[in-house]
């Protein structure tokens, strides 16, 4: 049974709003965001769709989408989209309309980033030597490059007399935050590009800027997932006692291509115990709440609200 809460709370920079309570255990799914957390979310938040769209606006070709074919059951139909944008015509696949728009987006997207970079830099991204002076300029070519979101840069903090003012500027690109300070908003946002291509390069492993974002999975998409963990969660009781949670929840964010990250509350519960927030890279973003006798136990927990949601959205018609 769920029962619906109508209170939030704050940890860090997140903000969320309890929707459900299953078992003790409260499902949280992000519902508002700081000014700070805000800002980082309208990058990493777009769609394939609003990205290619943007694109699109840039060179004067926006996309144009065309149903081609709708069959399958009543209960479980599926859609084929094409999209067009200049001379690219991709088709997605989905058992919406919306999924199947969101496939065929991406498989264009893919298909820009390759044919927009010169032969000799289709794996990487070298910047000139001279451009080393403009590094907010390289990092907004790389994007543009890449076809990712833009960089979004956040005056976190700033400190100091009016006469010595120290600004400090997070830069955030396709999940990955690097910080500057300076004396002023430009040389902080410099520094903070200039960390992030420092990152990007080290994530390389060269000069060569070669890293590629993690893929999105969109929740949605679950429904048609059919590797071997995810359909052994749809099959498998989660009542079961002694069973880690947190290893079941790591082997289907293989499976299924996104990220796990665990954030630790210090605050304890009126009752004295642990409790955490587990976050998982989907699009959009799912974060669950656990709590438990010791941390390990609270991570345990948030796993296995985690893998509650998980399998009730992936068996879903």
Request: hydrophobic share 35%; proline share 4%.
């Amino acid at each position: 049974m769920y029962v619906f809460n109508s209170f939030c709370f704050q940890t860090r920079t997140f903000l969320f709003t309890v929707i459900s309570e299953v078992d003790g255990g409260l499902f949280l799914l992000t519902a508002h965001t700081d000014s700070v957390t805000m800002a980082q979310q309208r990058c990493q938040e777009k769609t394939p769709v609003q990205i290619l769209h943007e694109h699109g606006i840039k060179i004067g070709r926006a996309p144009v989408y065309e149903l081609i074919q709708s069959d399958g059951d009543t209960h479980q139909p599926c859609f084929m989209l094409t999209v067009t944008i200049g001379e690219i015509t991709c088709k997605g696949r989905g058992s919406t309309k919306k999924a199947a728009k969101h496939e065929a987006a991406e498989a264009a997207l893919k298909l820009l980033k390759r044919d927009t970079q010169p032969n000799d830099q289709r794996d990487g991204f070298s910047p000139e030597a001279g451009d080393t002076s403009n590094p907010v300029g390289v990092l907004q070519e790389l994007a543009m490059h890449r076809v990712w979101c833009l960089p979004e840069y956040v005056v976190c903090m700033e400190t100091g007399p009016d006469h010595m003012k120290e600004f400090t500027v997070a830069c955030r690109l396709e999940g990955l935050e690097e910080s500057g300070t300076g004396s002023s908003k430009k040389l902080a946002r410099r520094a903070a590009a200039e960390r992030m291509l420092g990152k990007l390069q080290s994530l390389s492993g060269s000069t060569e800027i070669t890293w590629s974002p993690p893929s999105r999975v969109y929740v949605e998409s679950l429904r048609q997932a059919t590797g071997e963990k995810i359909s052994l969660l749809r099959r498998t009781p989660l009542s079961l006692p002694n069973t880690d949670y947190i290893q079941m929840l790591l082997e289907i964010s293989l499976e299924l291509g996104f990220q796990v990250t665990y954030i630790d509350i210090d605050e304890l519960t009126v009752n004295g115990q642990y409790q955490c927030l587990v976050e998982l890279s989907t699009r959009p973003v799912t974060v669950c709440h656990g709590t438990g006798m010791t941390s390990s136990n609270a991570h345990n927990t948030a796993a296995h609200n985690a893998l509650q949601y998980i399998k009730m959205v992936a068996s879903k018609l």
